[in-house]
């Protein structure tokens, strides 16, 4: 145990000061302070010297694992390098106090941000307009459905009450369609991961009000046959959905407008850069194509025709009692957040878009490619790939190749093998952070790389050259794993309590 590992309170002894206003010149000190305002008893605080409450805090802070402390392949979700020039201008004291409820001619600045952000992310992905009240990527996805339930209720087509998801997609897409009263059909993948066109098409009926992909999808594999999907799900009346929660391996190279989809959510947090640890804070916009326009929640930013940005639809009022201020809202499905979203992220997203620019932004899709191919490539011979082909931005191994456990011939098991949980322990003693595992459900011992954009080919060499080890380790003595981590501050919790019931203080068990 190091020495500051103690508890601040161990430290703590009777009569010692952090800072003290002492007694000076001008007769500034706490004896100063009328009797009214000074407590009767001392709190209990520890008695420390102000240096010992700047290493217990910060050591606390060292007891986790970040971005900002290491590389994290931490799939589908992006947790990528957050960009310091975001916080900075996040922390500007003008857009951290403004309140929504703010008259708008006070508050110029911050709708032309969302009236630029809006711009940009249509340039980005090819959809005509955004709003941006939804606070999370499966906020946006409900608020996506909404959108696709109202265009079929207002033409009268009552009857489009299914959506169609495929196998491998997030576990949000279902949800959210249950959310808004839809049915939901799973299609199935083929073998090259793909969704089944021919499975697909039995599907398509007058009671299907659209689809949800994600394009390249959860296994990181791009959908070749997108344009043939979107042509027959039109042709049945249905709308495309896409679940642009993670953006990143399109980014500058390819846009989902392009390839027929209609509505789309992103997550401004994963894509565009905002750290969103122990769930949030988040903003996932919805853009939707020119005919669904009408139909996006109120309230809105708009831009008046002498150049002054106005908000449409009351913010904070409830649709019902919106009759003044939807006028040309009509069609709305309505209202999904009290306000117009998360706007600090959306800033962050802003922030971030600018200053990698036109010209830089295009890298983003192409170079988080290429790390995720680096590493598949350079692993696959320790790591089972159940679907050997270029990857987009992730890809997916099925554990390890020799999980080095021994089966006696008449088939009793000598030795357990290592799987994908004790290959995410392990990583941790070497100070990488573990990938995304047992996700996508397609297959038993998931483990899913995705490196992002902006890291090193000396850091995607170490993680690689650590990932060997590993299997080497695995391969001669499985128990070596299974014991891991045994660096951490912690080694393994019950991973259901820790997500469920954390336990966030000190409790003397004595
Ligand atoms: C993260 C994610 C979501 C959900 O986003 P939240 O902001 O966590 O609600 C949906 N779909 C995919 C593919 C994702 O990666």
């Keep these: 145990m190091k020495y500051y590992d103690k508890l601040i309170f161990e430290l703590s002894r009777t009569g010692r000061t952090g800072y003290s206003l002492g007694q000076n010149e001008w007769g500034a000190s706490t004896d100063a302070l009328p009797a009214v305002l000074k407590r009767e008893t001392d709190p209990e605080l520890p008695e420390v010297f102000e240096v010992d409450v700047a290493r217990h805090y910060t050591n606390l802070s060292q007891m986790n694992f970040g971005v900002d402390t290491g590389f994290y392949p931490l799939g589908s979700c992006t947790m990528k390098y957050n960009p310091k020039i975001n916080e900075e201008i996040a922390s500007i004291k003008g857009f951290q106090g403004l309140h929504p409820l703010q008259p708008a001619s006070t508050v110029q600045g911050a709708l032309r941000i969302y009236h630029d952000m809006n711009r940009a992310l249509a340039a980005l992905s090819g959809m005509a ?5 939804p606070c999370a990527g499966a906020h946006g996805e409900l608020a996506g459905l909404m959108i696709m339930r109202q265009y079929h209720l207002l033409r009268g087509d009552l009857n489009r009450t299914k ?13 959210s369609a249950a959310v808004c009263g839809l049915d939901v059909v799973v299609v199935k993948s083929n073998e090259h991961g793909l969704v089944d066109v021919e499975a697909l098409k039995p599907l398509l009926a007058d009671d299907i009000a659209g689809i949800m992909l ?49 509505i789309l959510h992103i997550n401004i947090h994963k894509t565009f850069s905002t750290p969103h640890g122990g769930g949030g804070p988040g903003a996932g916009p919805v853009g939707v194509c020119e005919k669904l326009v009408p139909y996006l929640p109120v309230p809105k930013v708009v831009k008046a025709a002498d150049g002054s940005f106005k908000i449409f639809g009351k913010p904070g009022v409830p649709p019902a009692c919106q009759a003044k201020n939807t006028a040309g809202c009509e069609e709305s499905a309505g209202q999904v957040s009290a306000y117009l979203g998360n706007f600090l992220v959306i800033l962050r997203g802003y922030v971030y878009i600018l200053s990698l620019g036109k010209q830089h932004v295009k890298w983003v899709g192409k170079y988080a490619t290429l790390a995720a191919n680096y590493i598949k490539e350079s692993l696959k011979d320790f790591y089972k790939l159940p679907v050997p082909s270029i990857c987009k931005h992730e890809f997916v191994f099925d554990g390890l190749i020799d999980d080095g456990s021994k089966v006696a011939a008449d088939g009793t098991v000598e030795r357990e093998g290592a799987t994908t949980l004790d290959v995410a322990k392990r990583l941790l003693d070497f100070g990488f952070h ?22 090193s080919k000396e850091t995607l060499d170490a993680f690689i050259a650590v990932m060997k080890e590993i299997a080497c380790e695995a391969a001669e003595d499985p128990a070596l794993l299974k014991s891991a981590p045994r660096n951490t501050p912690i080694s393994r919790p019950d991973e259901t309590m820790a997500a469920r019931q954390p336990i966030l203080k000190f409790a003397d068990e004595t």
Excluded at 163 to 175: F, L
Excluded at 219 to 245: K, M, N, Q, S, T
Aim: hydrophobic share 40%.
């Design 129 to 133: 307009q955004f709003t941006f009240n």
């Design 163 to 175: 959506v169609i998801v495929p196998d491998s997609a997030h576990g949000t897409n279902p949800a």
């Design 214 to 262: 994600t394009n390249p999808n959860t296994l990181g594999l791009f959908e070749r046959e997108i344009e043939e999907i979107a042509a027959l799900v039109h042709g049945c009346g249905g709308l495309l959905y896409y679940d642009g929660a993670n953006l990143n391996p399109l980014l500058g190279v390819a846009r989902p407008g392009d390839m027929g989809f209609d």
């Design 434 to 455: 573990a990938p995304t595992i047992y996700f996508p459900l397609l297959f038993h011992q998931a483990i899913m790389i995705e490196p992002t954009e902006t890291e």
